[in-house]
Nanobody
Framework: QVQLAESGGGSVQAGGSLRLSCTPS??????KAWFRQTPGKEREGIAA???????SYADAVKGRFTISHDNAKKTAYLQMTNLKPEDTAMYYC?????????????????????WGQGTQVTVSS
């Protein structure tokens, strides 16, 4: 069992930045992925990182979002820049419990058995 603690959501204007954090309760060397969901839409994977630094991104966020990992703090960060109103969503941290599955992993919620409670990001125009 792994619990994931997220923080860093909030409200910003378009063009602004936010940084989300995700810290697991145990097993620091596991995949950490970020998904997001808006009402009425499927939850979509946007970024993932392994403990060795290997990353994957969805096309919608490439060039604007950066995922990183601080091994000492067991924490993964999602730095979000040039935010757009369409980035408004509940953001969830998730893990496979092992390594990430690359871009294919971002397409599958089922590959990530453990989830955080979510943190809201709201971008106003």
């Amino acid at each position: 069992q792994v619990q994931l603690a997220e923080s860093g959501g909030g409200s910003v204007q378009a063009g602004g930045s936010l940084r989300l954090s995700c810290t697991p309760s145990r097993f620091s060397n596991i995949c950490k992925a970020w998904f997001r969901q808006t009402p009425g839409k499927e939850r979509e994977g946007i970024a993932a990182i392994d403990s060795d630094g290997l990353t994957s991104y969805a096309d919608a966020v490439k060039g604007r979002f950066t995922i990183s990992h601080d091994n000492a703090k067991k924490t993964a960060y999602l730095q979000m820049t040039n935010l757009k109103p369409e980035d408004t969503a509940m953001y969830y941290c998730a893990t496979t419990g092992g390594r990430c599955y690359g871009p294919a992993g971002l397409l599958s919620r089922q590959m990530h058995p453990w989830w955080g409670q979510g943190t809201q990001v709201t971008v106003s125009s």
